[in-house]
């Protein structure tokens, strides 16, 4: 990338991409799919909708994260439940795609205890994908986002930066959001801040599951009150 500006090298983000296992570990550790760690006693969380058991779509545990994000985005567990319930058309009847909806259930937790849940029987839950490891790799944000940043990005910058993968897709933690209709922060409910990208969960990704057609998914959290997190998406 030194080919590039300094005005563009300045907007280097670095994103972490998941390094994974198929194999389940304790119940607070992070995780794509498979069972989350629960409170003791407490209900299998449910969609709003329809009433079902929700999938774990995410799991992360902040203490496990990289040094450099060690406290960036609060302590405990992070959490992502979505409902995969096609009968009753909760993706569409909740507008799941929007942030801070029904059909879907987001939060931060701070585990007490690694006391396994009680599992429904009539959850479908993916296969668990153990986060093992994670690897560091440049972001660059796509030509609205820079515009935004002050840098606008010459043609051929904006075609070198597309053919590397900027923004990338796919599962990563931080990093610029690879937008697929336009820069969308949700606001924070509390301050109406924008919140910031904590997570982007790419369609078939490490998980088995398409957001509409191929549409791309983000977590994420106001910088202030870290305990407002939400979940949104788009496709093309």
């Known amino acids: 990338m030194n080919q590039f500006p300094s005005q563009i090298l300045a907007l280097r983000h670095s994103a972490w991409m998941p390094v994974v296992e198929a194999n389940a570990g304790l119940p607070t550790a992070s995780k794509f799919g498979g069972i989350p760690w629960l ?14 058991p929700m999938p774990l779509f995410l799991q992360l545990n902040l203490a496990e994260l990289p040094e450099a994000l060690r406290g960036k985005f609060g302590e405990g567990l992070l959490q992502l439940f979505y409902c995969t319930n096609t009968d009753a058309f909760c993706e569409t009847e909740c507008d799941t795609f929007f942030p801070f909806t029904e059909g879907k259930f987001v939060r931060l937790i701070v585990p007490e205890s690694e006391t396994p849940p009680v599992v429904p029987e009539q ?9 093992i490891g994670w690897k560091e790799a440049d972001d660059y944000p796509d030509s609205q986002e820079a515009l935004e940043q ?17 923004p990338r897709s796919g599962d990563k933690l931080s990093g610029w959001p690879h937008w697929i209709q336009g820069i969308e922060y949700p606001n924070c409910r509390i301050c109406q801040t924008p919140m910031r990208l904590v997570f982007q969960l790419d369609s078939n990704d490490h998980l088995p599951f398409m957001f509409g057609d191929m549409g791309c998914g983000h977590v994420t959290q106001c910088l202030e009150h870290k305990s407002e997190v939400t979940f949104a998406w788009a496709c093309s």
């Open 150 to 166: 002050g840098v606008e990005y010459a043609e051929r910058e904006w075609e070198a930066l597309i053919d590397a993968d900027f």
């Open 39 to 52: 409170q003791p006693g407490e209900s299998w969380p449910t969609c709003q909708h329809c009433g079902q």
């Open 123 to 131: 959850i479908a839950h993916f296969p668990e994908q153990r986060i």
